[in-house]
C-alpha cells in the first residue's frame, strides 16, 4: 500500500522542480530572423519582440502572446484530463 504522505511529499518535490525548470527557462531566450521578420521569444514561451523591417510591431506581438496561452491552457486542460483518467 502506498503511503499518502510520501505521494504528497513527492508531488511537492515535483512542484518545486516544476518551479526552478520554469524560471531557468525564463532567461533563455531564442531568436529568429525570417527574411525582414525577427522574432525573440523566451524558453517559456513568451514573445517579447516582433519587428517587421525594424519596426516593433506591439499588435503581432500580442496577437502571438494570446494564441501561444490559448494554446496551452487546451494542453493543460487535456493533462489534466488524461491525469483525471489515470486516478
Known amino acids: 500500500?502506498?503511503?499518502p504522505f510520501k505521494m504528497l511529499g513527492d508531488v511537492n518535490q515535483m512542484r518545486k522542480q516544476a518551479a526552478q525548470i520554469q524560471a531557468a527557462l525564463e532567461q533563455e531566450e531564442f531568436e529568429v530572423i525570417q527574411?525582414?521578420?525577427?522574432?525573440?521569444?523566451?524558453g517559456n514561451q513568451n514573445v517579447k519582440?516582433?519587428?517587421?523591417?525594424?519596426?516593433?510591431?506591439?499588435?503581432?506581438?500580442?496577437?502571438?502572446?494570446?494564441?501561444?496561452?490559448a494554446s496551452q491552457k487546451a494542453a493543460a486542460g487535456k493533462l489534466a484530463e488524461i491525469s483525471k483518467n489515470m486516478q
Open 1 to 3: 500500500m502506498m503511503n
Open 35 to 42: 527574411g525582414n521578420v525577427r522574432l525573440v521569444i523566451t
Open 49 to 69: 519582440t516582433v519587428e517587421v523591417d525594424g519596426v516593433a510591431n506591439e499588435a503581432l506581438k500580442q496577437a502571438f502572446n494570446d494564441a501561444i496561452k
